[in-house]
């Protein structure tokens, strides 16, 4: 085959969706049988609360930061959304891609990215996993295949979509996984990303991570259909909700949109989550009433996981305190680490604008003139 020839599509094999009730959130739709990843055994499963503690308190010290100008720009983080990341990347192949929104640092991490690396680029830092130019939202790592965070809602989308096309294309078994957030399930490109992967069979697991609200706006008061998950009925697509809030539920979830997607039919999976601050980091989350809180506070993934640990005797709290403690040193180590890590050099400014050279590449500094300003005449000559 040469590299201009397209291999045949996949037979279209079409089935109606059969969407799960919400209160039985992780009964697959998919007919794909469970393959992939063993079932999680005792390790495993304190391996999911090592990791969502590391989360848990990376994203505490990177809030702590940004109140100490320590950090620029905006920052979002996975606070409350700990089990969701965990469970989701563990699902995952080293050869599979992932593409997130701006609310990434849990991602990069688990993902298997230096968590030094992670907070060096949250403080802009030349060792930071973009070399200091990307910041919160802007984080890419093509070892770990990670490619990228990114600010626009919904930017992520067509790229994962056409990422997944690459793979088809090229006959490859790896997979695409894209996670937005509920807002995002209101734009044209949503809507354009699905009906593409449904009609071409493309190899992608598609991610809503609802937590409950988009900003400030409720997602009742924003989508006609709340239960985001349907919406992948439109387009012949199977499809799921899970509680985002454990993380054995979520891996199972999604060991089989991955398999399925594997299989080339690809899935949405809407994972049902907790965002226990605002929006960002400077977001007071004033909307939220008094019984909201506590809600949410009752719900709060971490003690939750750990009281389903302790009671099935796989935990205990000397065990539950010394992963604590070294998750704390670990994000403290990553602060210390961006702390000293050297600040980019100004001449790298336009380095990673293109991927290959263009002709006419501007590289002037912002206030520096196109063309050097003609000398001013003396006063008194003819010039």
Known sequence: M??????????????????????????????????????????????????????????ERAARAYTQALVGGYCHLNLGEEAAVVGLMAALQPTDYLF???????????????????MAELFGRADGVSKGWGGSMHMFDMEKRMLGGYGIVGGQLPLATGAALAIDYRDGEEIV??????????????HESLNIAA??????????????????????????????????????????????????????????????ARAGK????????????????????????????????????????????????????????????QATARASEATAFAENSPFPDVSTLFDYTYATPVPNDSRRLPGEPLYEPAPIPERGTNQ
């Not at 079409?14 to 469970?34: E, G, L, Q």
């Not at 989508?223 to 387009?235: D, F, N, Q």
């Not at 965002?275 to 977001?283: C, I, Q």
């Open 2 to 59: 040469t590299a201009h020839t397209r291999m045949p599509r996949k037979p279209t094999v079409r089935k109606p969706t059969n969407p799960v009730d919400p209160t039985a959130a992780s009964t697959p739709t998919s007919s794909n049988p469970h393959v992939g990843h063993p079932t999680p055994g005792d390790d495993r499963l304190i391996e999911f609360y090592r990791g969502m503690m590391l989360i848990r308190r990376f994203e």
């Open 100 to 118: 997130t929104n701006y609310r990434e640092h849990g991602y990069a991490i688990t993902r298997g990215i230096d968590p030094n690396r992670v």
């Open 177 to 190: 996984l894209c996670t937005m957030g509920d807002g995002t399930t209101n734009i044209g490109a949503f």
């Open 199 to 260: 009609l071409w069979n493309l190899p992608i697991v598609y991610v809503v991570i609802n937590n409950l609200l988009g900003m400030a706006t409720t997602v009742d008061r924003a989508s006609a259909e709340p239960e985001l998950y349907k919406r992948a009925s439109a387009y012949r697509m199977d499809s799921e909700r899970v509680d985002g809030l454990d993380p054995l539920a979520v891996f199972e979830a999604a060991e089989r949109a991955v398999a399925s």
């Open 266 to 325: 690809p899935v949405l999976l809407e994972v049902m989550t907790e965002r226990l601050r605002g929006h960002s980091v400077v977001d007071p989350a004033k909307y939220r009433t008094a019984e909201e809180l506590i809600l949410v506070k009752e719900r709060d993934p971490l003690p939750t996981f750990a009281a389903r640990l302790i009671a099935d005797g796989l935990l205990d709290d000397e065990t539950m305190t010394a992963i604590d403690e």
